[in-house]
């Protein structure tokens, strides 16, 4: 039990459509990054949030974005979807920046027809 | 090109016997995080390595990171069937971003 919920854990979308995804942090910790994990591979960096700002970004496009609110909770918003966003989408949450220690949730398993 | 490789990619061993999993990368790391994963779950955190050099014990698992902070293994003693699952490594890059291997699928066969 890592404090970290996810929601949905699993989603179907067809491509062009739009996605969010939603986390919830464990309670104190105010940083949150986000991760796209494909079948078969290890997860990739997408973003970390940090008192509600953008704190660092991975190799994905602009429709990959995100928010976090005062409450712990977070959100990963996709627009445009695409065949190959298929993946295991996992938010972790952390006391600070330096991400120690992070804790994950059991991701949202996205499916794009 | 994946900037952690992980080896080996799957392992099928039989039940009380020892294997050692692979990380290496071309790159430095300021520190070097090993995780297990399993069907529905996310990541969970075994150990961070930090020293160059430094070496972990976790009851039968041994960490060690390499002395140039570039690699790091993990090694089972008795491996039991309960630890299969997906052993991933992940270095730390600056102060945000964790770059994770593809994983090491472990299975134990009793």
């Known amino acids: 039990e890592t404090g970290v919920t996810q929601s949905p854990t699993h989603l179907i979308k067809t491509r062009g459509q739009q996605v969010t995804l939603r986390c919830s942090s464990q309670?104190?910790?105010?940083?949150v990054s986000w991760y796209q994990q494909a079948l078969g591979q290890g997860p990739q960096f997408i973003f970390q949030?940090?008192?509600?700002?953008?704190?660092g970004r991975g190799n994905f496009p602009p429709r990959f974005s995100g928010l976090q609110f005062p409450n712990y909770s977070s959100e990963l918003n996709v627009n445009a979807l695409e065949l190959d966003d298929s993946a295991l989408y996992l938010c972790?949450?952390?006391?600070?920046?330096?991400?120690?220690?992070?804790?994950f949730g059991d991701g949202t398993r996205l499916s794009i027809l | 090109t994946q900037l952690l490789e992980q080896s080996p990619q799957f392992l099928s061993i039989q039940e009380g016997e020892n294997l050692t999993v692979y990380c290496n990368s071309s790159?430095?790391?300021?520190?070097l995080q090993w995780y297990r994963q399993e069907p529905g779950e996310g990541p969970v955190l075994l150990v961070t390595v930090v020293t160059g050099g430094e070496v972990k014990k976790l009851k039968r698992l041994t960490f060690q990171f390499g002395d140039a902070r570039k690699d790091s293994s993990l090694h089972i003693t008795a491996a039991q069937p309960g630890d299969t699952g997906l052993y991933l490594c992940?270095?730390?890059?600056?102060?945000?971003?964790?770059?994770f291997g593809q994983g090491t699928r472990l299975t134990i066969n009793p």
């Open positions: 992940a270095g730390r890059q600056g102060a945000q971003k964790l770059v």
């Open positions: 972790a949450s952390s006391p600070d920046p330096s991400g120690q220690p992070q804790h």
């Open positions: 790159s430095v790391f300021s520190s």
């Open positions: 309670s104190g910790h105010n940083t």
């Open positions: 949030y940090y008192r509600e700002e953008e704190n």
